[in-house]
């Protein structure tokens, strides 16, 4: 009698198998391109060093590139003018070196923003309307008003022309939809919608211009122009509260700290600082909502993603004062990044993330890691993917290779992230040891475990 060897049970096998295909998931690795990449006239600038340079990314294993495609470019002659010609251009050099490409849908201003390089206003003939109408912009406590970006409280108010603000992003992701359709979930592989200053879902708190902001300052309430200020008094109406119908007056000012004031010392933690910051928060998720119910029936099964800003400092505090000012109701055992991600996924849309290359920090409670990780936690929980960035270029002038290392422990911590997208494509980045080094990290990123 010959006794038989039987081999592993077939669920072992199949387990086996799922760890050989498994146990190695490449990150799609990404470059954005330059702000200015398409000029306030609507033109390609030197596409023939943009041709060379995509080859080039092509050979280094980077996957595609990300573009903004800019409201105050394409629709900047009149309502409904719009003028893709030069976006076309670009979109047909990807496809010629064999990138894919994101885009983003940028509402928003550039040049008012870290490392913004260029000046792109929204379409002047929404300006216009804010010259006869400042509250369509958001305001701080001074009634100042931020051209960055349109107020959410102008979402279904129809001052534009009898257009509303939803309409306005809604007819320009149409168009776009219908121009690049035959792109569209082939070399357009994402759609990135922005939902506020930097085509980050937030509001304008910490602002450059002026010289109002330097880090680390907790930044101010952006809730002041008129149909905002209308809505909480109504909402403290509702709640049977009216003397909760303003915002709060002792949360200081841009450049303070928390223990500077008496709102983010202990004013958030009563029962008035939580109804404000509730009504704060819940009307960005709104916007946001709204805006991303309208993309996804635009853009159909096309991967759409949402960007939420890396406010790092004072993370590591009770109040979260810098992320509360910014829209981000995160404390209180209130889990912000949970409730925008319950949002998101509610359209199937992608978390994008920023600071994956910081570390945590001493200095003004900054904790980008554990505020990477929470953000993580939550799109993993509602079952959407997610994708990050670094917030400050890696490699200026030289490469830092603790950059990279960070970000790839960030990117792998909880299981590989959907993709990564580096900010950004300089002549820095492309040349020399720079380059080599670069392509050592998407390397690593296309083998990550």
Known sequence: YQRRVRGPPVMLKVLLLCFLFLGTLSIPVNVMLPLDTISLNGTLNNPTYFSQVFKQLKSGGVDGVMTDVWWGVVERTGPKQYNWKAYLDLVQLVANAGLKMQVVMSFHQCGTNVGDACYIPLPPWVVSVGNSNSDIWYKDQTYSPDQEYLSLSVDRLGLFNGRTAIDMYSDFMSSFASTFGSYLGSVINQIQVGLGPAGEMRYPSYQLQGNKWKYCGIGEFQCYDKYLLSSLKTAANQAGNSDWGAPPSDAGGYNSQPSDTR??????????????????????????????????????????????AGIHWWYNSYSHAAESTAGYF???????YLQIAQMFAKHNVQFDFTCLEMTDSSD????????????????KQVGIGFFGENAL?????????????????????????????????????????????????????????
């Open 330 to 336: 995160n404390t209180d055992a209130n889990n912000a």
């Open 263 to 308: 709102f983010f010392s202990s004013g958030y933690s009563t029962s008035y600082g939580k109804f404000f910051l509730s009504w704060y928060s819940n009307n960005l998720i709104a916007h946001g909502d709204a805006i991303l119910a309208k993309a996804r029936s635009i853009f159909g099964g096309v991967s759409i993603a949402a960007k939420v």
């Open 364 to 379: 003004c409670g900054s904790h980008p890691q554990e505020l990477v990780s929470q953000t993580q936690q939550a799109a």
């Open 393 to 449: 270029d890696v490699c200026s002038p030289t490469c830092y290779s603790g950059g990279f290392d960070q970000i790839y422990r960030a990117a792998t911590q909880n299981g590989p992230i959907g993709g990564f997208t580096y900010l950004r494509l300089t002549s820095n980045l492309v040349s020399g040891n720079n380059w080599n080094m670069f392509t050592q990290f998407v390397s690593r990123m296309k083998s990550a475990k």
